[in-house]
């Protein structure tokens, strides 16, 4: 498709459960990133794929955070035992280029851990 | 490191009005800033970009100025409408241009 589709939108889970995001690049896009956006302000990059591999994880927190993708399956984002301060929105952005310039970003998942 | 910032968190203006949002970055080495737009409950929609080998660049209604100098950039928007409000971020790149650093919104409402 044409869009970069993120399910679920919402997601509410207690402390200490997992919790789970997919990513649906657009159709063609080899490049997919995970940003996390906290209370509507600033963006962080968690971490990029390029196809199934790994790009660039350099802002992954080391504990309790996992990404994926997969051939022929959504991307997906994972967090482990979740905590307060996971309460985010998750947004995926996909690339035909493995530079900023053609990012296309999805309307992103809103995690509350309470 | 990289860090981009705003100077207003909120910017009121009258429809017909043009709008100015600024924006600082402190790494010299950025070579590529974007402008996006955020509306409530969506993703971040690309508006303008520039490159650090221009100082200006025009779109549609919308126009990115660049400052090196001061490490410094606007974006312009003419003709303010109700349909531009939103959040809108400033982002710059990292010397390998995979990835944003994005700085704080500012939130731009419209007042008919």
């Known amino acids: 498709g044409e869009e970069v589709a993120q399910t679920p939108k919402h997601l509410v889970r207690g402390e200490g459960q997992k919790a789970k995001l997919y990513c649906a690049p657009i159709k063609g896009h080899s490049y997919v990133f995970w940003y996390q956006q906290v209370l509507k302000n600033e963006f962080k990059f968690l971490i990029s794929f390029q196809n199934e591999n790994v790009f660039d994880e350099t802002g992954m927190p080391k504990e309790r955070f996992s990404a994926k993708c997969l051939p022929n399956s959504p991307c997906s984002l994972e967090i482990q035992a979740t905590k307060l301060e996971d309460s985010a929105v998750y947004f995926c952005?996909?690339?035909?280029?493995?530079?900023?310039?053609?990012?296309?970003f999805g309307s992103g998942t809103r995690l509350t851990v309470v | 490191g990289e860090s981009v910032g705003l100077h207003l968190p909120t910017l009121s203006v009258q429809e017909g009005d043009n709008s100015i949002i600024n924006c600082a970055y402190s790494n010299s080495a950025s070579d590529y800033f974007i402008w996006y737009k955020q509306e409530s409950g969506k993703g971040p929609q690309f508006i303008i970009d520039?490159?650090?080998?221009?100082d200006k660049r025009q779109g549609q209604r919308v126009t990115v100025l660049l400052n090196k100098t001061v490490k410094h950039l606007s974006l312009q928007i003419a003709a303010t409408q109700p349909g531009d409000s939103a959040v809108y971020f400033c982002?710059?790149?990292?010397?390998?241009?995979?990835?944003?650093?994005f700085g704080g919104g500012t939130r731009l409402m419209v007042k008919p």
């Open positions: 520039i490159r650090s080998n221009m």
């Open positions: 982002a710059a790149s990292n010397n390998a241009g995979n990835m944003l650093t």
């Open positions: 952005a996909s690339s035909q280029e493995s530079t900023v310039s053609g990012y296309t």
